[in-house]
């Protein structure tokens, strides 16, 4: 099992930058394929990135592909998502989640971060 904690969020001018973490309790974390998703007020939850076990393979989401930036460090424990150029659109709470079995069944969940971004 594994515990995931979000940090980083905040409010930030169109155009801005943040850099949200994913801190990981347990041993086990470089086992693990770790997924950012977001939902807005209103709206269905949404991918926005995950990463392999190694960091090797990165995935992203048609809206923030060439914007946003995912990698990890293992050592760490902790998972990153730089997130350039942000729009009033990017306004969401941002999870990270893990999934032990590379299925993209995400069975842990953190408790999220806000980002708002302003016009």
């Known amino acids: 099992q594994v515990q995931l904690v979000e940090s980083g969020g905040g409010l930030v001018q169109a155009g801005g930058s943040l850099r949200l973490s994913c801190a990981a309790s347990?041993?086990?974390?470089?086992?693990?394929?770790i997924g950012w998703f977001r939902q807005a007020p209103g709206k269905e939850r949404e991918f926005v990135s995950a990463?392999?076990?190694?960091?090797?393979?990165?995935n992203y989401g048609f809206s923030v592909k060439g914007r946003f930036t995912i990698s990890r460090d293992n050592a760490k424990n902790t998972v990153y998502l730089q997130m350039n150029s942000l729009k009033p659109e990017d306004t969401a709470v941002y999870y990270c989640?893990?999934?032990?079995?590379?299925?993209?069944?995400?069975?842990?969940w953190g408790q999220g971060t806000q980002v708002t971004v302003s016009s």
């Open positions: 989640a893990a999934d032990d079995a590379g299925t993209s069944v995400y069975d842990y």
């Open positions: 990463i392999s076990r190694s960091g090797n393979t990165k």
């Open positions: 347990g041993r086990t974390f470089s086992s693990y394929v």
